[in-house]
């Protein structure tokens, strides 16, 4: 298990720019893959990036792609999702979670959430 805590989430205008970063704790964490998803108001969760154990491949859903950028800093135990050109529809609580390499479970471990909104 590894514990993960989300944060720099919060209000900017439409265009602007957020860092959100994700603090890991306990086991090793280049055992894990890293994503990020994003649940707002009345939808479901949906993916937002991934990025591999070692940081060389990353993915992206296509509403965001171009747009915002994964990357990982292992030896600080910590992931970030670098969000730019926001709009109003990015509004949504950001989630980090681990998927742990050769686990069945896949994204195993979920942060607590940080609130994005973006004004129009």
């Known amino acids: 298990q590894v514990q993960l805590v989300e944060s720099g989430g919060g209000l900017v205008q439409a265009g602007g720019s957020l860092r959100l970063s994700c603090a890991a704790s306990?086991?090793?964490?280049?055992?894990?893959?890293m994503g990020w998803f994003r649940q707002a108001p009345g939808k479901e969760r949906e993916f937002v990036a991934r990025?591999?154990?070692?940081?060389?491949?990353?993915s992206y859903a296509d509403s965001v792609k171009g747009r915002f950028t994964i990357s990982r800093d292992n030896a600080k135990n910590t992931v970030y999702l670098q969000m730019n050109s926001l709009q109003p529809e990015d509004t949504a609580v950001y989630y980090c979670?681990?998927?742990?390499?050769?686990?069945?479970?896949?994204?195993?471990?979920w942060g607590q959430g940080t609130q994005v909104t973006v004004a129009s």
């Open positions: 990025i591999s154990r070692w940081g060389r491949t990353t």
């Open positions: 306990g086991r090793t964490f280049s055992r894990y893959a």
């Open positions: 979670a681990a998927d742990e390499i050769g686990g069945a479970a896949g994204y195993a471990d």
